[in-house]
């Protein structure tokens, strides 16, 4: 019964290239929640997907960040044009349910994407 | 805006010592808080949940306590073990898609 699903591991790009996130969550479920965590600094949430929709992407910067969750394969968390500043972990959750109130289903998240930029 | 703060940042203990982690937050207005451990190099662990109704959960050696109207939540973790080092996570949900984290605990048990 895997967990969720994160590759690569590490990820390197030089400044002005594209990076790919891939995750696939916990079978069964179709909530997907990115976070970013910066170097000595808590995870941030980016953005919220169920499949084939963005519920929320509060978090995530309007420029160059994009995700998606189609309705078959992996969510994709794309970063255009990195800069040295989006070098962090990225991790992505996913839960089987909405995570509203009364809820009590955790989410389960995968080993991380590093993302070292150059 | 809701900040959560997690006091100390780094912990060492000697193996078998009893230990509390503290989470404070600053917006009562929460669903549920949770305490998640992350290893080097991996992803996060859920511990232990609490709903905004309840006041504490307890599974083996964790007991976490949850005092809403003063925005705080203790991690007690008995006879610790080598194998609980870590960095302890304590995140509050504040929304359906919401999880707000701080910034983690270092925890090392010395043997």
């Known amino acids: 019964n895997a967990g969720v699903m994160q590759n690569p591991r590490h990820l390197v790009r030089r400044r002005g290239q594209e990076a790919r996130l891939r995750c696939s969550p916990m079978?069964?479920?179709?909530?997907v929640y990115w976070y970013r965590q910066l170097p000595e600094e808590g995870l941030k949430f980016m953005v919220y997907l169920q499949k084939e929709n963005i519920i929320d992407e509060s978090g995530m910067p309007k420029e160059r960040f994009s995700a998606e969750f189609p309705k078959e394969g992996p969510s994709i968390l794309r970063i255009q044009q990195v800069v040295r500043g989006d070098s962090a972990a990225y991790f992505c959750?996913?839960?089987?349910?909405?995570?509203?109130?009364?809820?009590?289903?955790?989410?389960?998240f995968g080993n991380g994407t590093r993302l070292t930029v150059t | 805006k809701q900040e959560v703060t997690q006091i100390p940042a780094a912990l060492s203990v000697p193996e078998g010592e009893n230990l509390v982690l503290n989470c404070s937050f600053t917006?009562?207005?929460?669903?549920?808080l949770q305490w998640f451990r992350q290893d080097p190099g991996k992803g996060l662990t859920s511990l232990l949940l609490?709903?905004?109704?309840?006041r504490e959960q307890t599974s083996g050696r964790l007991n976490a306590s949850l005092d809403k109207s003063s925005g705080r939540s203790t991690l007690y973790i008995a006879a610790s073990q080598p194998g609980d080092s870590a960095t302890y996570l304590c995140?509050?949900?504040?929304?359906?898609?919401?999880?707000?984290f701080g910034t983690g605990t270092r925890l090392t048990v010395i043997p």
């Open positions: 917006d009562s207005a929460i669903y549920n």
């Open positions: 609490i709903q905004s109704s309840q």
């Open positions: 079978k069964g479920h179709s909530h």
């Open positions: 995140a509050v949900r504040a929304g359906a898609n919401n999880l707000f």
């Open positions: 959750a996913s839960s089987l349910t909405d995570q509203g109130p009364g809820d009590n289903s955790p989410l389960h």
